[in-house]
């Protein structure tokens, strides 16, 4: 697409954009961060700020270092240099599971759910460990029907209630990341990380996927975070976006300032011709 | 002293015999990703066809068309068997084919050539002793050391610098690219199966000269050598050497002053590494999980 | 057939079998043999189909199993539940103490490194001959009768297959209860998806610690009564031949279903049993099943009835 079709995207989705958190200190700060393969610097010297409540889009072609900013962020990869903070703590080596504890859920860019479970068992492993009793041999009554009441509500917050009792596997790829989407929500994130939430969807299944994220957002008050390359969907929900081009971040702004920024529209806009 | 060197040196010779055998299953492991539990099979089959061929070829003879029929053996098992179940992710399956191939070429060995040892003849030339204080070292022990050293050193030539060797590397890093740089990858499976089998083969003629020959010969050289690998490290073939001998050796030093402990030592060593350095030896990080 | 009626018809005809299998030519004794068996691979399978880990070394805890019931009997005390209850210890603990160094290990490492450990186990049993017996087996112990207070139960052939009986359905209420649990749910959930498991802050290791623990105990169990089905035990009870008969049972039953185990051990014991009296080289016989199964039948008898059974 263009960037003027990008610039009316972003004057209609202004109205639409939830108020700002008022965020007394940056939820997620990432501090000359670098991350190198070899010789490569796949993430060169990042810093980058994002507030509580914000609903904000990573983009930038491809090699820009998304994905790997990315697992910098949910633990995946350990920076090579930089610090990367979480709601006042430095968690630059922390754990994966300990990032999951603090709130931070991501999802892939390949589907990542169980294919030969049900709908509603992809989403209760995520409930069980939600609620800690992941390592429990037995299950009394009242916990399960807690349990499962959990799950219906997640099932039904993705629109998903008729498909519960389908093996994933045997799912439309939109629902898969749908149900992808669901199990991350299920573990209680306060940041949610979307690796390309609507890759190699369908026009419809994009705009349940598009709907859903911001009903996260607005209703959940769940903090997201997304990768896209989509820039109707980018310029229509995003409040802020991020460019990265080659490792570094090339620009960070609301989606305004983002479209009109000539260096973007010179090393990416124009590309996406 | 005296004992303590018998005992070593008969203990190296062992460790020849699961570093040849670890040399051909790292070879199919890495690049085939199958755990050939039949490679003890394909070292009897090298074996027996050596002893049965040795009246007509001379020893000489049987020592390369041995290995060789292994080898060709083993191609076509890949082909016939192995092919069709590359296609499912999951190991079990490859690892259950060749469990039966094993049980059937143990039972059809005993079946052929009689549950009872065979001697495979060496020539008198390079069978007899090569000192009388050290009357264990024969020249046909110096000879295994010698042809192993051989195979191995080929092998990493035909590896290092052959347009074969190149590829069957390519594929076991990244088999996928590999295929898509237009090299056929199944015909490059099925040489490196007939390979490890070769290898297997030579292992079963040279072990017949000095322990003679039994139908479950193979079936227990095999263990050894998982650890052989397994101590190396997985994905490198000089630590699978590395790995047969220095167990073998172990075994044989054990010998002398624990005798019953001779076989449980090599899985203790096992038991070591694996705690103190998970990935073996010479392993590469994070292959092994 | 609801599945609860096929599963009362089932246990029926499991309770009435001393009396139905004589007729069709069989014998007491291969009943609690299949039973024991059922044990120890639906054990294996909570490793093997749930959690995914190739668990090619499992004989390892039957057999120490069924040495700790019969060096208990032989040299500690006569009781028959206490050899049972050491027994399940020994094999339990050991399949404990190693599981930290397996747990990590995937696909065909875990396999190699899961039956390389069994062999440990084999050599110790086989090269301690004074305790063990050697090569030869254990033999010199045999169960005791069975003292409920004042009533003394003899473990004949038909009585120790009903103990056999109440072991199997003890078991398997524990596998069912576990498999239905959260931590079930994991196991399942490892094998489907380590990673989407990992990025849920969860820690798979010690899961497949778990399960690889129980599954030990579980075998371990069956091993114990094993050694007293037949008052003797041998290394052959521990080899890696016997634990890739017990990875083919579970894969010729269906390893994605609960009691797929037990149709491929009903399967497997009865057609070694025939084949072994029926040809000297019934050991062919044994690994053509092998490589048939693999190539022809690699979802077992349940992946017939069952889509969601497929061979990823």
């Known amino acids: 697409m263009s960037a003027a079709t990008a610039h009316e995207a972003a004057a209609t989705a202004a109205p639409m954009a939830a108020p700002q958190a008022a965020a007394a200190w940056p939820f997620l700060q990432m501090v000359n961060v670098s991350r190198r393969f070899g010789s490569l610097k796949a993430v060169d010297d990042v810093s980058f700020d994002m507030a509580a409540g914000e609903l904000r889009a990573v983009i930038g072609p491809n090699g820009a270092g998304k994905t790997t900013f990315f697992n910098l962020i949910s633990g995946l990869l350990p920076p090579s240099q930089g610090r990367v903070i979480f709601d006042g703590e430095d968690i630059t080596r922390r754990s994966i599971a300990h990032r999951v504890a603090k709130g931070i859920v991501r999802t892939f860019q390949i589907t990542e759910i169980l294919p030969d479970l049900s709908v509603f068992e992809n989403i209760r492993v995520g409930v069980e460990t939600a609620r800690g009793i992941n390592a429990r041999p037995w299950i009394g009554r009242g916990e399960r029907i807690a349990v499962n009441r959990r799950i219906e509500e997640l099932i039904a917050i993705v629109n998903l209630t008729d498909k519960a009792r389908r093996i994933v596997g045997e799912l439309a790829h939109g629902d898969q990341r749908v149900v992808e989407v669901a199990v991350a929500l299920s573990v209680g994130p306060r940041l949610l990380l979307l690796d390309e939430p609507t890759a190699g969807m369908g026009d419809s299944e994009t705009e349940h996927m598009v709907d859903l994220v911001r009903r996260l957002h607005s209703d959940q008050g769940v903090s997201v975070l997304f990768i896209e390359h989509d820039m109707d969907i980018v310029f229509g929900i995003a409040q802020r976006i991020t460019v990265l081009d080659r490792g570094r971040v090339l620009a960070d702004g609301p989606p305004e300032q983002i479209s009109a920024d000539p260096q973007v529209r010179a090393a990416y806009l124009g590309e996406a011709e | 002293m005296q004992l303590l060197l018998f005992n070593a040196f008969n203990g190296l010779i062992q460790g020849v015999f699961y570093a040849l055998m670890a040399l051909g299953l790292a070879l199919i492991l890495s690049l085939n990703s199958v755990i050939n539990m039949a490679h003890g099979g394909f070292l009897v089959i090298g074996a027996y066809l050596a002893y049965t061929l040795s009246p007509y070829l001379g020893f000489w003879g049987a020592l390369i068309v041995g290995p060789l029929l292994a080898g060709v053996i083993g191609l076509a098992v890949e082909r016939g068997l192995i092919r069709p179940i590359y296609k499912r992710s999951d190991p079990l399956y490859s690892l259950l084919l060749t469990f039966g191939l094993a049980l059937i070429i143990e039972d059809l060995t005993r079946t052929i050539w009689g549950a009872q040892g065979l001697p495979l003849e060496v020539p008198d030339v390079i069978n007899s002793p090569v000192s009388e204080t050290y009357f264990f070292i024969t020249g046909y022990r110096l000879f295994v050391i010698g042809i192993t050293a051989a195979a191995a050193i080929g092998l990493y030539l035909l590896l290092r610098y052959t347009l074969l060797g190149i590829r069957i590397r390519a594929g076991t890093s990244d088999l996928e690219t590999t295929a898509a740089l237009g090299v056929n990858i199944y015909k490059l499976r099925a040489l490196n199966f007939g390979f490890g089998c070769l290898f297997a083969g030579l292992a079963g003629v040279l072990a017949a000269g000095v322990l003679g020959l039994t139908p479950p010969m193979g079936n227990s050289l095999i263990m050894p050598s998982f650890v052989a690998i397994i101590i190396g490290g997985v994905g490198s073939l000089f630590g699978a050497v590395l790995g047969g001998l220095l167990i073998g050796l172990a075994a044989g030093i054990v010998t002398t002053y624990y005798p019953a402990a001779s076989e449980a030592v090599i899985y203790l060593m096992m038991l070591i590494v694996l705690a103190v350095r998970p990935r073996g030896l010479l392993g590469e990080e994070g292959l092994f999980e | ?312």
């Open chain 3, 1 to 312: 057939m609801t599945r609860a009626a096929t599963i009362a018809a089932m246990w029926i005809a499991l309770i009435a079998l001393p009396w139905w299998l004589p007729l069709i030519g069989g014998y007491t004794a291969l009943g609690s043999k299949v039973l024991i068996y059922a044990i120890a691979t639906m054990g294996l399978n909570l490793v093997l189909g749930f959690t995914g880990g190739l668990s090619f070394g499992q004989a390892a805890y039957f057999g120490l199993g069924g040495y700790g019931a019969g060096m208990t009997l032989k040299y500690l005390v006569p009781s028959t539940p206490l050899a049972i209850l050491i027994g399940t210890l020994v094999g339990g603990l050991a399949a404990t103490i190693l599981g930290p160094l397996v747990m990590r290990r995937r696909g065909i490492y875990f396999a190699m490194i899961t039956i390389a450990i069994g062999q440990l186990f084999y050599f110790v049993i086989v090269r301690w001959n004074e305790v063990t017996g050697g090569e030869d087996g254990l033999a010199g112990f045999g169960r005791q009768d069975i003292h409920l207070g004042n009533v003394v139960i003899p473990l004949t052939d038909v009585n120790f297959y009903y103990l056999v009986l109440l072991c199997f359905t003890v078991a398997v209420a524990v596998m069912w209860t576990l498999l239905q649990s959260p931590l079930g749910h994991t196991w399942v959930a490892i094998r489907e998806n380590r990673r989407r498991l990992q990025f849920l802050g969860v820690r798979p290791e010690r899961y497949v610690w778990a399960s690889f623990a129980i599954a030990g105990f579980i075998t371990a169990f069956a091993g114990t009564l094993n050694a007293l089905l037949f008052n003797f035990t041998s290394p052959q009870d521990l080899h890696w031949i016997l634990s890739g008969d017990f990875v083919i049972m579970i894969v010729l039953g269906g390893m994605r279903s609960f009691f797929g185990p037990l149709i491929g051990v009903i399967i497997f014991v009865v057609a070694q049993d025939y084949l072994s009296s029926l040809t000297d080289n019934w050991m062919t016989f044994i690994g053509l099943i092998f490589v048939l199964i693999v190539l022809l039948f690699p979802r077992g008898v349940f992946g017939i009835f069952d889509r969601r059974a497929k061979i990823a």
